[in-house]
């Protein structure tokens, strides 16, 4: 296999990451609601372990590989669809970073409801609230740049 096909794999692999954990990360996170406090410290547990395991390395190599395509393909880098998946990574990134701190916040709720048999503190449902809004922009913004890197409008 080429260099070129080897990256193209590499960067096809790694979105296919970001969209399958955003997926997991998701339900495997929102299942703890009804859940008893060691199966909920469980579930954020797993939830943050497998966002620096599997989400950070996919996204620091998305871009990565990225440029290095569009670098050896012949694209511009200025085409208008190119300029539109920088802006959405952009954003679904941003929007990532915070769900990410939130998730530690959250597993430390859980970890002490599960140590102190305390119920979940009013912080837990606006915290919940925030990784549950900025996770939608993320997850469509992968969408869309999907749509954007097959079509190539």
Known sequence: MN??????????????????????????FCS?????????????RMTVLADFIFT???????????FWLIEHSGFR??????????????IAGLCWVPVVLIQIKLKSIFRNRLET?????ESYAIL????????WPAFIGLIAVFGLMVAKP
């Open 128 to 135: 919940f609230r925030w990784w549950f809004l900025l996770g």
């Open 77 to 90: 880098w200025t085409e208008s669809w190119l300029l539109a998946t920088y802006v959405i990574y952009l």
């Open 117 to 121: 048999n305390a119920p979940l503190p």
């Open 32 to 44: 703890h609601r009804k859940a008893d406090p060691a199966a909920a410290y469980f579930a954020a």
């Open 3 to 28: 260099s070129y096909l080897a990256i193209k794999t590499l960067h096809i692999l790694t979105s296919t990451v970001l969209f399958g954990t955003g997926l997991g990360i998701a339900f495997f």
């Open 56 to 66: 950070l390395p996919a996204v620091i190599l998305q871009p990565l590989t990225g």
